[in-house]
């Protein structure tokens, strides 16, 4: 079973993604800890809802928080895909779930990070990290922790530094 | 100026720790150069034609005395013994080694500087007037308000990796001279009429490829909001700014292809939201930030005594006398003057220094200015509160060290871009340029006759010699691999900014200064008295400089 880091640590990963490569909205849902494409959960919400615990939805970077909204907190996890590192859409989108949308179960980011985006990620609310195949999570995990101050309130400190000087 | 505390020290520790680490890494092969390249560009560091280029912020111009000597040092020990004021005022090194770079900034982190965003998709170093604190048109101090920025937008979480980069200038005068309206986001701090301190926020201007002047999108942004509301800006920028192309990719795109109005309905609706949130400024912080731009501790001085002393000397003294004319500034304060030491002397890259004369800076800092200078986004350097009893020592010091040419607004003072000799970008060479044009107006008095005159070249349509809003604008320009110039008139970064009209067809380089000297004299022609090239241009426009130019090349 592949792993990720999640809440500081390297664990197995039991989640399998759905429709990566594209899938019909009305697709069958397999059983089992699954993260579905939004619009498959649009498409089935009703039937689906009954499982929401163990389902999981992932947002690409064009979709917004909003598109999900208050349905993510139903949701055991949301994943933000990013297709391409230096697209940036996705940390705007976990604030949004943290902050605007009250989510509070596992934010994974996955598809094209890398080390050196860590911490702004978990910053930005995400608290697991599905990396590229290759990487070396030991040396990664460290990157989580970067920056021992900072000056922004974000999901992990919501009092900006200003507000808190002595 | 600001101090760091221990916060901001932690926090610069870790950035030059986490670039160390990040650089031994793409040195061991474990980064991509894809990898590396954000992580380098959010350092400052370019690789260049020839070299490596670092860009070192200088938060809204301010540098210190201590500041000025690390940065000589810096050039003599890690660069070939100078350095480069950029048209944002910061400062640019062209030869440092990649292994030495998290040297630099371990360098810099010692004098409280960085060079954080100062390139790459984020947001840039914040830039301001440079007679801010001592004009007397100034509303209010802009400095405390950059400062806070700089610190909101350093390590942004969320807007490390934007569809493309972010500028954002703060004026606090009647006058602008920070280029709020050809900036992402342009601020103007203001006072309404019950005397509350507020923002006038212009959106989507920038200079580039699409020049495009800002829209106003809020006319009193109350000072507490400050932050939500930039903050909601970059919200939407980021979530809908185009990341397929990245020559449409700036927010003046996204503000232009959704119209004002809707950009400004959806950062209102984003802002409702964070409104009054953690992130509203504190009147407590904003003191705190104010403190360390304190008024100097000016001394009394008999204004009309020296005053006329002043003029004794100017008299006695000519070159004296075109110095006090060109590059000393009134001052809000009686008794003082804002002094442009000028980086445009003919025959030097226009806002390069040396490592001798960036330590002059700073003992002439010392002597005269309260130990602190600012850079100008005209490329020059500004003693902010010098006492006008010693203005003749100044420029006797000044004129030692090459800092005395007293052109300062005129043609020759004109704003230039590394261009094609150090900038991979570049499709022509600019400083050769500016040169040959400093040399066909080498006659000072001839120089003060024409009077005001913005003249600036970039080296590409990237614009980082801004001639989209000089009254004469030069464009390099490749046609089949030969560098042409375009001339573009008209334009200006004022208050009332405009960009340029291009003149018609391009020209090669050797026929330049002979093209910039028949427009000159179709103003001189042209104009009635008091008029500067901008006045006479827009009353006659752009038909008779044409008619001339061509003309003669026909």
């Excluded at chain 1, 009305?26 to 939004?38: C, H, K, R, T, Y």
């Excluded at chain 2, 500034?329 to 008794?335: D, E, L, M, P, V």
């Excluded at chain 2, 002397?345 to 001798?356: I, K, Q, S």
């Excluded at chain 2, 008091?530 to 026909?554: L, S």
Aim: net charge negative; charged share 25%; glycine share 8%.
């Amino acid at each position: 079973m592949p792993k990720l880091i999640k809440d500081f640590e390297i664990v197995e990963d039991n989640w399998q993604v759905l429709g990566l490569d594209g899938c019909e909205a009305s697709i069958d849902v397999p059983a089992g800890n699954v993260i579905v494409p939004l619009a498959v959960w649009q498409a089935q919400k009703d039937q689906l809802q009954a499982r929401a615990q163990t389902l999981g939805v992932w947002l690409n970077s064009d979709q917004m928080a909003e598109e999900l909204g208050d349905d993510a907190t139903q949701l055991a996890l949301v994943a933000v895909y990013f297709p391409g590192f230096m697209d940036g859409r996705g940390f705007s989108t976990a604030r949004l779930l943290r902050e605007r949308y009250g989510f509070s179960g596992e934010l994974r980011a996955f598809g094209d990070i890398f080390r050196d985006q860590l911490f702004f990620l978990k910053r930005c609310g995400f608290n697991s990290f599905s990396m590229p195949e290759g990487t070396d999570l030991e040396k990664n995990l460290a990157s989580l922790q970067d920056f021992s101050e900072t000056y922004q309130a974000a999901c992990d400190q919501p009092l900006p530094l200003f507000r808190r000087r002595s | 100026m600001y101090q760091y505390d221990d916060y901001d020290r932690k926090i610069i520790s870790d950035r030059v720790t986490q670039f160390r680490n990040q650089t031994e890494r793409y040195l061991a092969g474990e980064l991509t150069e894809e990898q590396f390249l954000p992580l380098r560009l959010q350092n400052g560091l370019y690789i260049q034609r020839l070299a490596p280029m670092l860009r070192v912020n200088v938060p809204y111009g301010m540098l210190s005395a201590r500041q000025l000597r690390k940065l000589a040092h810096i050039a003599r020990h890690y660069d070939k013994g100078y350095c480069h004021v950029s048209t944002r005022q910061n400062i640019q090194f062209n030869w440092p080694e990649l292994e030495e770079v998290p040297d630099i900034l371990a360098e810099l982190a010692e004098v409280e500087m960085h060079a954080t965003q100062s390139s790459g998709n984020c947001i840039r170093n914040v830039t301001s007037d440079q007679f801010a604190g001592v004009s007397s048109d100034e509303i209010v101090d802009p400095r405390p308000y950059c400062e806070i920025i700089r610190q909101w937008s350093s390590f942004h979480p969320e807007f490390a990796f934007l569809p493309r980069k972010f500028k954002i200038a703060v004026t606090g005068a009647a006058s602008d001279r920070a280029a709020v309206q050809v900036h992402d986001i342009g601020l103007e701090v203001v006072k309404n009429q019950a005397g509350d301190i507020g923002f006038r926020v212009l959106v989507g201007g920038g200079l580039g490829r699409t020049p495009v002047i800002g829209s106003l999108i809020n006319e009193f942004l109350p000072e507490q909001h400050l932050l939500s509301y930039l903050e909601a800006i970059l919200r939407v920028y980021n979530q809908f700014g185009r990341r397929d192309n990245k020559y449409k990719a700036r927010i003046k795109i996204l503000v232009k292809a959704m119209g004002a109005e809707a950009f400004a309905a959806k950062v209102n609706a984003e802002f409702e939201h964070l409104r009054d949130g953690a992130i509203t400024l504190t009147a407590e912080e904003v003191a705190r930030v104010a403190r360390f731009f304190p008024q100097p501790s000016y001394v009394s001085v008999d204004e009309s005594a020296v005053e006329s002393s002043v003029q004794q000397l100017a008299e006695q003294n000519p070159a004296f006398g075109k110095w006090l004319k060109r590059n000393v500034r009134a001052h809000k304060q009686a008794g003082y003057a804002a002094v442009t030491l000028s980086l445009k002397p003919t025959g030097v890259a226009p806002g390069d220094v040396t490592d001798a004369q960036l330590d002059a800076i700073a003992d002439l800092a010392e002597s005269f200015s309260f130990g602190e200078v600012r850079t100008t986004h005209e490329q020059n350097i500004v003693l902010a509160d010098v006492r006008k009893d010693q203005l003749f020592d100044l420029w006797q010091a000044a004129k030692k060290q090459g800092f005395a040419t007293p052109n300062i607004g005129t043609l020759t003072d004109l704003i230039c871009c590394p261009g094609g000799d150090f900038c991979s970008l570049a499709n022509a060479k600019s400083i050769p340029i500016a040169e040959a044009i400093q040399r066909q107006f080498d006659n000072l008095d001839y120089l003060y006759d024409l009077g005001d005159l913005d003249l600036n070249i970039s080296g590409c349509m990237n614009a980082c010699g801004h001639h989209h809003v000089g009254h004469i604008g030069i464009l390099g320009v490749d046609k089949k691999g030969q560098e042409f110039y375009q001339v573009q008139l008209g334009g200006n970064a004022g208050s009332d900014a405009a960009l340029g009209s291009v003149l018609g067809p391009a020209f090669t380089a050797d026929v330049m200064p002979q093209i910039i000297q028949t427009l000159i004299d179709v103003y001189v022609a042209k104009r009635v008295e008091g008029e500067r090239f901008i006045d006479t241009y827009r009353r006659i426009g752009i038909a008779p400089f044409k008619e001339q130019v061509y003309a003669q090349a026909d």
